[in-house]
């Protein structure tokens, strides 16, 4: 048994250190398709590949364990999102895009390293996301109903948020543990890890989302544990898209 489980972390070992050699290509190809927009910003075949490529090395990264890259890829994920929904890929959006990429080059020299310290990333990386975001505030809705999510999402449209959706309960935890939100809006009936074990597992963790604000929607009306705090809890009922943009407007004041 232990000889077989030697050679499992061997293999997985191996597949980081492969991961990791071919992170400066991809980084470079990252380039090429970032300056290639700024040239041509209605390239489409450009913009799909180079999301794609981002969206692949979000997954890499957590599945060799380097949660870092995962969060540089979401928030540059992000920033592609919005340069295409504003059809802007100017000299803003190359320099901040180009920007991630060199984090992301970052990484494979610290990964390296005997204990890696990526602090010094992770304090780059929050300054790139305020720049981005600039004075909206970044939200996550943790729901399984892809239904659910996009009501949400449309009813808070007209607030200056970035908003973020995880269709279940693990992939919601991995991100509330290691990327900054303001606020998350979670779904009780979540598949995976349902809505109060997530953040019964958040607020018992030493994370940066602890204690972040949290509304619960549920169908149910059974009574939250006390031990779980949310800042609203809401029915899934007609008044939801109302109600919901009351309660985020109530933990984000102006």
């Given at each position: 048994m232990t000889t077989n489980m030697?050679?499992?972390?061997?293999?997985?070992?191996?597949?980081?250190?492969?991961?990791?050699?071919?992170?400066?290509?991809?980084?470079?190809?990252?380039?090429?398709?970032?300056?290639?927009?700024?040239?041509?910003p209605d390239d489409r075949e450009a913009f799909n590949e180079l999301y794609r490529g981002v969206h692949s090395l979000k997954g890499s990264g957590g599945?060799?364990?380097?949660?870092?890259?995962?969060?540089?890829c979401h928030q540059l994920e992000n920033?592609?999102?919005?340069?295409?929904a504003k059809e802007d890929f100017g000299a803003a959006f190359a320099s901040r895009a180009l920007a991630y990429v060199d984090l992301l080059r970052q990484v494979e020299t610290v990964a390296k390293?005997?204990?890696?310290?990526?602090?010094?990333i992770e304090a780059e990386l929050e300054t790139l996301r305020q720049l981005t975001l600039q004075r909206r505030?970044?939200?996550?809705?943790?729901?399984?109903?892809?239904?659910?999510?996009?009501?949400?999402?449309?009813?808070?449209?007209?607030?200056?948020?970035?908003?973020?959706?995880?269709?279940?309960?693990m992939t919601a935890l991995a991100q509330l543990l290691h990327e900054p939100f303001d606020f998350v809006i979670v779904g009780r009936e979540l598949k995976e890890l349902n809505g109060i074990a997530l953040m019964a597992a958040l607020q018992a963790?030493?994370?940066r989302n602890k204690n972040i604000p949290a509304i619960l929607v549920s169908s149910k009306r059974d009574a939250v544990p006390d031990h779980v705090r949310f800042s609203a809890t809401l029915s899934r009922d007609q008044k939801l898209a109302v109600n919901l943009v009351a309660a985020v407007r109530a933990v984000l004041p102006e």
């Amino acid at each position: 048994m232990t000889t077989n489980m030697n050679a499992f972390q061997a293999l997985l070992k191996g597949m980081r250190e492969d991961f990791l050699a071919e992170l400066p290509e991809r980084c470079d190809s990252c380039d090429e398709l970032i300056l290639a927009l700024e040239r041509t910003p209605d390239d489409r075949e450009a913009f799909n590949e180079l999301y794609r490529g981002v969206h692949s090395l979000k997954g890499s990264g957590g599945t060799h364990g380097l949660s870092i890259i995962t969060s540089l890829c979401h928030q540059l994920e992000n920033l592609l999102s919005d340069a295409d929904a504003k059809e802007d890929f100017g000299a803003a959006f190359a320099s901040r895009a180009l920007a991630y990429v060199d984090l992301l080059r970052q990484v494979e020299t610290v990964a390296k390293q005997g204990k890696p310290d990526y602090s010094t990333i992770e304090a780059e990386l929050e300054t790139l996301r305020q720049l981005t975001l600039q004075r909206r505030k970044a939200g996550l809705i943790a729901e399984s109903s892809t239904v659910m999510a996009g009501l949400c999402q449309k009813a808070l449209e007209a607030l200056p948020l970035q908003l973020t959706v995880a269709s279940d309960g693990m992939t919601a935890l991995a991100q509330l543990l290691h990327e900054p939100f303001d606020f998350v809006i979670v779904g009780r009936e979540l598949k995976e890890l349902n809505g109060i074990a997530l953040m019964a597992a958040l607020q018992a963790a030493q994370a940066r989302n602890k204690n972040i604000p949290a509304i619960l929607v549920s169908s149910k009306r059974d009574a939250v544990p006390d031990h779980v705090r949310f800042s609203a809890t809401l029915s899934r009922d007609q008044k939801l898209a109302v109600n919901l943009v009351a309660a985020v407007r109530a933990v984000l004041p102006e």
